[in-house]
């Protein structure tokens, strides 16, 4: 499976940024090998991620499970690269905080385990998320970088819209930044904001169904859009790669390259899709919802990466993607 590009692997293949990951990956002419989920009865459907350009030279599937690290060792191996994009996703809290925190930060320590025992990895590329930057107790900042953590103690206490999750991508993020350090591995982490665009994944991504809120009515979802950073899953593929192909970058990076209010997503959506009678920007003048810092994305741009879509693209790709698997 060698190429001139080597061998790479992606956890969470099955996700939005994972198969689109795999999918840029393919393009540039990597070997890849991916995880999912342990499927014994192999009841999962593929077909996305094997039908894609070069998938079947060019892509394998292990089966692997963040409950147990160890099960990510035979993808590991021989590759000189890793994107650990797997992670619990809980929005709704169903299961306790502590319990997602442990598999995470468990699950993300085993694989880097693996990574060091393979001789093999060279570089580490971490996926964390903006809520790792943006929930300050210090309601003073009005834009953040890579400084800044989020306050686990502040999110238990407010427990905001996906509370668990935060604390679990803080924790873990911290972690594996930890690790590096006391083990001379080399890990990179990407700090993307809210990811949107077209999906690969046949499942609809919690990040487009938010940002899409005012096309479905969905009112609940309004008030998490009062300001918010956004990035094209293309452009957060692409950083991916970036991470792992240059030589001189170190510790963390946030990826978000725009920002939008509620009231301009409103503007933005009734100008370019009329049918959908999204609501009026008077209409919306009354939602209320957290103040949340801006994020920079300075030190990624100062490397040489720079991002190519817009949030007009990113509305565009991700309402395509939903009309063609019939969420629209």
């Not at 570089?123 to 107790?137: I, N």
């Not at 238990?156 to 993020?173: N, R, V």
């Not at 790669?241 to 959506?269: A, K, N, P, Q, W």
């Amino acid at each position: 499976m060698a190429t001139e590009k080597g061998k790479v692997c992606v956890t969470g293949g099955t996700g939005f940024i994972g198969s689109w990951l795999i999918f840029r990956l393919l393009h540039r002419g990597y070997s890849v090998i991916t995880t999912v989920r342990s499927d014994p009865e192999h009841k999962k459907d593929l077909s996305f991620l094997t039908s894609l350009p070069g998938a079947s030279e060019r892509l394998q599937i292990f089966q692997a499970d963040l409950n147990n690290p160890e099960s990510f060792e035979a993808a590991i191996e021989g590759c000189t690269g890793v994107f650990h994009v797997a992670t619990p996703v809980d929005f709704e809290v169903k299961e306790p905080e502590e319990i997602v925190t442990k598999r995470s930060i468990n699950g993300a320590l085993g694989i880097l385990n693996a990574c060091l025992n393979s001789k093999t990895v060279k570089r580490v590329v971490y996926t964390s998320s903006a809520s790792t930057v943006q929930c300050l107790s210090n309601k003073d900042a009005d834009e953040v970088d890579e400084s800044f953590w989020s306050d686990v103690d502040y999110i238990k206490a407010l427990k905001p819209f996906a509370w668990s999750y935060m604390i679990s991508k803080t924790l873990t993020e911290r972690a594996v930044l930890e690790f590096s350090e006391k083990n001379g591995l080399d890990v990179v982490t990407l700090i993307p904001s809210f990811v949107v665009g077209p999906f690969i994944c046949p499942k609809l991504p919690g990040s487009v169904k938010i940002t899409l809120a005012l096309i479905w009515g969905n009112e609940d979802e309004y008030s998490l859009l009062m300001e918010t950073c956004m990035v094209h899953v293309d452009d957060v593929a692409r950083a991916h790669i970036f991470l792992l192909e240059h030589h001189d970058v170190e510790g963390r990076y946030i990826c978000s390259s725009d920002v939008m209010t509620l009231e301009s997503t409103s503007e933005l959506l009734s100008v370019k899709y009329p049918e959908f009678h999204v609501p009026s920007k008077d209409s919306l003048k009354e939602i209320k919802g957290y103040k949340i810092p801006r994020i920079s994305s300075k030190k990624l741009k100062d490397c040489g990466f720079k991002f190519e879509y817009g949030v007009e693209e990113m509305f565009r790709d991700a309402i395509q993607s939903c009309k063609e698997k019939g969420y629209l």
